[in-house]
């Protein structure tokens, strides 16, 4: 950690309201596009990123400087967006994945193809909210199964099954978009559904 | 592709995420912050005037106890010094039963040995009295040239004392009467009776 990082931090845990907006304008393109992806909206993204920056603000004196002050503010954004899942989890529509497959030839379609950030997000976006989330935290977040599966209160073995799926419904829409002539448009029929 | 490949390639897109948030977000978390957490100006006066609030306070306490603590004090040093300079012989200090309670210091003071002297209701008013009376007879008869103190000599004082009837609480006994004894409280637990009280100073 710099020296500034650590000045501000310790300045924001002394509740100076100048430094926390410091310590905002820093991360806060950072904690905000972490939340998009774990959210089905903006305006999910927006509510989860408040909480999470209240809690950051609120809960400084924990956090300790042998680990890394953006990998903490990730966590405390991700946690809250699985907070924020669980509450809503009533509103989100269910939708069978089992019919997903990618085939061997889309596999290779896939390969010679170069996405943009952009068109990932959409891909990811179209992943069933579970296996999005699952994803999401393991290969992008860098967390172990154990971790997903206690955050997410599900089995490890589940929290396996279902990055496998993930990758592979992920190949299978990303495949179709390189096959698609004009990618901004809706690649799929598939809407935003949970396991 | 690989998984672990594939993996890598996904995380190489998302290694500098960053997405501007929207403007008013900012002032909405700012504004959800403040309604938890004031600003630290504010509170660092609140806690100024805490502090302030709680030596005023602390010091109002000091000084009331003091206050009330010095009379009692007092009349400890002034019976005290009674007694101390009714063995000297010296009226200055005996007068100084400006103690509130030894205020019969003085007329007591001016009485002659074995004149009768008002009782008081206080047992340090009537160690100052005694003392005072001691005090007074002596110089009467063994240094006149201290009379001269601020104590009234008797002559000052024409009208003769009427003795002051000392009330005290007894336990009730139920044997007597209302008439004879005095008050009896309506729970018959105490009664409260009128008692002549007198002391005798002797020389």
Redesign the interface.
């Known amino acids: 950690m710099d020296a500034d990082l650590a000045q501000l931090i310790e300045a924001c845990k002394?509740?100076?309201?100048r430094a926390?907006?410091a310590l905002?304008a820093r991360f806060?393109?950072?904690?905000?596009?972490?939340s998009?992806?774990y959210t089905n909206s903006r305006a999910d993204a927006?509510d989860v990123?408040?909480e999470a920056?209240?809690k950051v603000?609120?809960h400084l004196d924990s956090f300790s400087r042998n680990h890394s002050f953006e990998g903490w503010l990730r966590r405390i954004v991700v946690n809250t967006a699985i907070t924020h899942y669980r509450k809503n989890l009533r509103h989100v529509h269910h939708l069978d994945i089992d019919e997903v497959h990618a085939t061997p030839a889309d596999?290779e379609a896939?390969?010679e193809c170069e996405?943009?950030?952009e068109e990932?997000d959409r891909a990811i976006g179209q992943l069933p909210t579970g296996y999005g989330l699952v994803f999401n935290m393991y290969?992008?977040d860098g967390m172990k199964h154990k971790e997903i599966s206690d955050l997410l209160g599900i089995d490890v073995n589940t929290s396996k099954s279902q990055l496998?799926r993930a990758?592979k419904y992920l190949?299978e829409v990303l495949t179709r978009m390189s096959a698609v002539a004009t990618p901004q448009q809706p690649l799929s029929t598939h809407g935003k559904s949970s396991i | 592709?690989e998984?672990q490949a594939?993996?890598r390639y996904?995380?190489s897109?998302?290694a500098q995420?960053?997405?501007?948030?929207?403007a008013a977000?900012?002032s909405?978390?700012?504004a959800?912050?403040d309604a938890?957490?004031p600003?630290?100006p504010k509170?660092r006066m609140g806690w100024w005037m805490a502090s302030l609030a709680g030596l005023v306070l602390a010091g109002w306490l000091v000084g009331t106890t003091w206050q009330a603590g010095d009379p009692s004090g007092a009349a400890e040093v002034g019976a005290a010094s009674a007694g101390a300079v009714g063995a000297v012989g010296t009226a200055n200090v005996a007068a100084g039963a400006d103690v509130a309670a030894g205020a019969a210091g003085p007329a007591a003071g001016a009485g002659k040995a074995g004149d009768e002297v008002p009782a008081v209701e206080t047992a340090a008013g009537v160690e100052v009295a005694r003392g005072a009376a001691a005090v007074r007879s002596r110089n009467t008869s063994s240094s006149p040239s201290l009379v001269s103190t601020p104590v009234p000599s008797l002559s000052s004082q024409a009208a003769p004392c009427e003795p002051v009837r000392k009330l005290e609480v007894r336990p009730f006994q139920r044997t007597g009467s209302v008439g004879e004894k005095g008050l009896v409280y309506p729970r018959g637990e105490r009664e409260v009776v009128a008692m002549p009280a007198t002391i005798t100073v002797r020389q």
């Not at chain 1, 002394?14 to 309201?17: A, C, W, Y």
């Not at chain 2, 995420?17 to 929207?22: A, G």
């Open positions: 002394r509740e100076e309201r926390q907006h905002y806060g393109a950072m904690m905000f596009s972490v998009v992806r927006e990123v408040q920056w209240v603000f609120r596999l896939f390969k996405f943009t950030r990932l290969v992008i496998s990758r190949q | 592709m998984n594939f993996d996904v995380q897109l998302y995420e960053s997405l501007t948030p929207p977000l900012e909405a978390i700012f959800r912050l938890v957490q600003a630290a509170r």
